[in-house]
């Protein structure tokens, strides 16, 4: 009997305490790796969106392109409350260009779009000044490239801001219930622990 008692009073108990602690040590450690890799998934600056004349024209002397497809045709006037100016101003009273807007502002977030208009509107104001020597149907060409290729570029920044934003969002998620089930083994481990130790305690004193 006293070799049995030793094995589970002294052995059997301390093993059990070191495993035990082991366990939630290892789990604070995690916690702390996670509000780290946490902070520095925060620090990392916010994908830029803002897209500059000079940007577009250089894209152009590198791979013209075409501008972008009209897409579906769009009911609702996404140009409302939205403030134009330059060539911009006078273009989107076209209605086929009036479309094209629409259809391009459906994928832009709400708090982007006059952003979105007044680039574009500098995009179509630096293009005129750049090719206002060339032949009419080159000014035209390359006009209509400015044009697209800004949007190409403005909406590959907005889908990349979006998916980074997505992404850090989901590891919020990922750390508060990582977190939450690291705290709770914890609480139970330390219960466990205390439950072990007023139990040893317990024969100690019967005996």
Not at 45 to 60: D, G, H, Q, Y
Not at 89 to 114: C, F, G, Y
Not at 192 to 207: C, F, G, Q, W
């Amino acid at each position: 009997m006293q070799f049995f008692d030793f094995f589970e009073t002294r052995l059997l108990f301390g093993v059990v305490r070191f495993l035990f602690l082991v366990m939630i040590f290892g789990l604070l450690a995690l916690i702390v790796l996670g509000a780290i890799n946490l902070r520095q998934t925060m620090t990392t600056p916010e994908i830029r969106t803002k897209v500059s004349p000079s940007e577009v024209l250089a894209m152009l002397q590198t791979a013209p392109g075409n501008p972008s497809s009209s897409g579906d045709a769009n009911t609702n006037d996404e140009l409302d409350g939205l403030k134009f100016s330059g060539l911009l101003k006078q273009a989107v009273s076209d209605p086929t260009i009036h479309q094209q807007m629409n259809t391009w502002l459906k994928e832009v977030p709400v708090a982007k779009r006059q952003e979105f208009i007044d680039e574009m509107s500098s995009v179509m104001d630096e293009a005129s000044k750049e090719y206002k020597d060339e032949p009419r149907e080159v000014f035209a060409q390359n006009f209509d490239n400015a044009i697209g290729k800004y949007v190409d570029i403005k909406m590959d920044k907005i889908h990349a801001q979006e998916a980074a934003k997505e992404n850090r969002q989901q590891q919020y998620k990922m750390y508060a219930i990582g977190a939450s089930i690291a705290i709770a083994l914890i609480s139970l481990f330390a219960l466990v622990l205390v439950m072990l130790a007023i139990e040893r305690n317990t024969r100690h004193h019967a005996a």
